[in-house]
């Protein structure tokens, strides 16, 4: 039986993952393992080798033209052949200046990675209008780009100013990350290796899924993507192997739920 939609599954990301239909999922989130701390989740040997496996496992799941947002550490997808299995789009950086500059031997590390991928050539959908960033370019300097050849009658037409906003590209340094004093944090344990921003989870769902579309999160956690998939009509299917977590996330839909209901939606 292929697993249930709308409900975060418990047990093991990599044997779970298996009982999903291939070629039924619209857009993979996957804020697993880093390989860089000491919690037991986060034990891997090879994060590359590991990571390659999730990218090999989700291609089959995906449907045409499905992303894959991938988190991780610079080095994430270093030195491993992913192109069999999906096209790297691109490798976002989740920019946080605020975090303590511990180094005493090397540059503190002030970002995450998100390497976006396709599979194939073209996405399914990129719901620009859904995402767009405010512009902080001055009028002057946006008038004089706008004024060369290639913008005002070529091929970059369309790249002219829109007054909603622009593409966020690809240094997103507008979502900060979650502290001890952000109230939707959800427990200290949480903090920074597993709960997101919602924002962050609503940039990527907004961005490459459609109302309707199926969002596997194979790492589910405290339930941010979820919960977010549930605001915003995506349907969802969850794996978290910590039933602490789960029972935090299915208390988070709850409440999404009991307030969607409150507002008449």
Known sequence: ?????????LGDALQLINEVDDESIDLVVCDGPYGVTAHEWDRIANIQAYNLELIRRFSKKLK?????????????????DFCPYLNLKSKIVWYQPSRLAQGRISYTNNYDIICYFV????????????????QLVELEHRLRCERVPSVTNGKYGKTKFNSRGKNPGDVW????????????????????TVQKPE????????????????????????????????????????IEINPDFVAVAEERLQAAEQHQLALGL
């Open 173 to 192: 340094g507008d979502i900060k990350q979650l502290t001890y004093k952000s109230k939707e944090l959800v427990c200290r344990e949480a903090l920074n």
């Open 64 to 80: 045409d033209g499905g992303a894959v947002y991938l988190f991780g550490k610079p080095n994430c997808i270093d030195f491993i």
């Open 1 to 9: 039986m292929p697993l249930q939609r709308n409900v975060i599954h």
């Open 199 to 238: 924002k962050l989870m609503e940039r990527i769902v907004l961005a490459s899924s459609n109302p309707g579309d199926i969002v596997l999160d194979p790492f589910a956690g405290v339930g941010t993507c979820p919960v977010v998939c549930k605001k915003h009509g995506r349907d969802f299917i969850g």
């Open 119 to 134: 599979k194939g050539d073209k996405p399914r959908c990129f719901n620009l209008d859904e995402i767009r960033v405010p």
